[in-house]
């Protein structure tokens, strides 16, 4: 008779990251108990006299601003003016390092040549840019974008850089071996292989462009959410600075969720073993 | 006593010598670092008959691994030639596989997708290719797991994988370096039987680098015994046991001798750390 070895019968299972369900609740509830300390804290400071309301507003003080601050006519236009910039410039900026970082990949010439411009461009406070960007590109949306791309392909750069490169040297010695063309290499292995790493990159470029276009607008605007937290400073109506300073990490924090969706769904095969 | 069999292959009789399919004469490779050269391989000579299943046993250093990536077509040599089919080897051939001491299988594709990634760089996935995939997982089997991915097997079932990818393109020579080095001692020892078994069937011709003795002499049809610095064939045992080969043959004297030939070779002052 043909005789069948049957080891291994069973798949592994990934363990679970939590011992258990209970454990993971009682995270989430120490997780919400600070949360609910912190703006007790925030509402009850001011109105004790602890600090004064106009260096502190009270948390339903800024609520109130808020709600008042979205009812305005022109929150739109200063919010989709900022959103814009934010969009355009990660977007630009994501394409930018990616395209970059592929480039120096797989041209090892072009990676010598250019690598200690990457690190010298690195090491600059790209911030400084701000006043120099308003008087090349105005004070328009265009000199925020610059600004947005400027600090947000760095990271998907050097990400898309180290993905790509730490591609196993038996993957690759598995694909000569089958005689696959360099393009073949780089769709088939390279590329998903680096993809995790390219990701954390990207949601990091997010967090780098929301910050490019608001220095753009503290620096010279005319409109924008930046240039309305300069405003309202400057006029000592700190509820709505805190107010816009909830919408900014509005938005930072939607964009982030949206791309660690988009991660979860596209790199499905990630492992607790590799990180987030 | 019936041999398991995989497709139409019929168990290979070794009765009529067969053909030589990889010509070996004066093989050798030096590396040249910044301290100087260092002899990785002396010059070997080797010929290998179709069919036949050759293991490659010795230490760390021996340049086993060298001479298999000098054969794959993956390395180039310093000196001598080697032939595939008569033809020199100078670049990897689709006519043989590899395997390594891991699985190297992509996680983000099935074990099918898996097993079907060479066909995609050949540009020859068909329903043909598909079929032939099924019959290979099912002869490894692994049929049940077509749709798994790799995280959800264990290192065993992860190596057959990538077993199945190497045989569903029908290569005529198998490469193996280490392949079930990282994997428990059962595990390899099933893993052993059923290569012999599959590679039996469908007639290939295997190239078994290991560094355990008695795997190397269990599995092969002749041994090469290897020996560091430098790295050169000090040498080569036929091992004439019948096929195919059942674990109660390790118990057998001759096995027994066989294994003190190779540790006579390999012995003499070398840490042979095998």
């Not at chain 1, 993971?24 to 007790?40: H, Q, S, W």
């Not at chain 2, 598909?130 to 089997?141: H, I, N, P, S």
Request: with cysteine; charged share 20%; proline share 5%.
């Amino acid at each position: 008779m043909a005789k069948t070895v049957t080891l291994d019968a069973e798949p592994v299972k990934a363990a679970s990251p939590y011992k258990n369900a209970n454990q993971e609740l009682r995270y989430k509830l120490y997780t919400l108990a600070i949360i609910v300390v912190i703006l007790a804290a925030w509402e009850l400071a001011p109105r004790m006299g602890l600090v004064s309301p106009i260096i502190l507003p009270s948390f339903s003080a800024v609520v109130g601003a808020l709600i008042s601050l979205m009812q305005q006519d022109f929150f739109l236009r200063h919010f989709s003016v900022t959103l814009t910039e934010i969009l355009i410039g990660f977007v630009l900026g994501t394409s930018i390092g990616l395209a970059l970082g592929i480039a120096l990949a797989v041209w090892p010439t072009a990676k010598r040549i250019a690598y200690p411009f990457v690190v010298g461009f690195q090491a600059i406070p790209k911030i400084v840019f701000a006043p120099l960007f308003i008087a090349w590109f105005g004070f328009g949306m265009s000199s925020k974008v610059v600004m947005a791309v400027v600090i947000s392909f760095f990271p998907v750069l050097i990400n898309t850089l180290v993905g790509l490169e730490s591609v196993p040297e038996d993957a690759r010695k598995l694909m000569r071996s089958i005689k696959a063309t360099p393009l073949q290499t780089f769709r088939k292995v390279s590329l998903p292989h680096a993809l995790p790493v390219i990701f954390a990159g990207v949601k990091a470029a997010l967090t780098f462009a929301v910050i490019g276009a608001i220095v753009g607008e503290f620096v010279g605007a005319s409109e924008g959410l930046g240039y309305l937290v300069e405003l309202y400073k400057n006029q000592l109506r700190i509820d709505r600075v805190f107010a816009v300073i909830v919408i900014l990490a509005a938005i930072g924090a939607g964009g982030y969720f949206l791309l660690e969706w988009l991660d979860r769904k596209l790199i499905f095969w990630r492992t607790d073993a590799q990180g987030k | 006593m019936m041999a398991a069999r995989i497709d139409n292959g019929t168990p290979l009789e070794r009765a009529a010598p067969a053909e030589t399919i990889i010509d070996v004469k004066g093989l050798g490779k030096t590396f040249t670092l910044d301290s100087g050269p260092v002899i990785a391989l002396e010059s070997v000579d080797l010929t290998i008959r179709k069919g036949e299943f050759i293991s490659f046993v010795g230490p760390s250093g021996c340049g086993k691994s060298t001479l298999l990536n000098m054969v794959a077509g993956l390395l180039p040599a310093t000196e001598g030639a080697a032939t595939l089919n008569g033809r020199a080897i100078n670049e990897p051939s689709r006519q043989v596989g590899f395997m390594f001491q891991t699985a190297v299988l992509l996680p983000w594709r099935t074990v099918e997708e898996n097993v079907l990634m060479p066909a995609e760089v050949f540009g020859t996935k068909s329903e043909a290719t598909r079929q032939k995939a099924r019959t290979v997982l099912e002869a490894v089997g692994l049929r049940d797991f077509m749709n798994a991915y790799p995280r959800q097997l264990s290192g065993g079932m992860q190596q057959r994988v990538s077993l199945a990818r190497t045989l569903t393109y029908e290569p005529d020579v198998l490469l193996m370096d280490e392949p079930f080095g990282a994997l428990d001692e059962f595990t390899r020892e099933a893993m052993n039987l059923e290569l012999m078994r599959i590679t039996q069937a469908a007639g290939i011709t295997v190239l078994f680098v290991t560094h355990n003795i008695t795997e190397a002499v269990f599995m092969a049809d002749r041994v090469v015994v290897m020996t560091p610095r430098p790295g050169k064939v000090s040498g080569v045992i036929d091992v004439e046991l019948p096929r195919p080969r059942t674990i109660d043959q390790m118990q057998s004297q001759t096995f027994t001798d066989l294994i003190f030939k190779v540790r006579g070779i390999l012995g003499h002052g070398q840490d042979s750390h095998a």
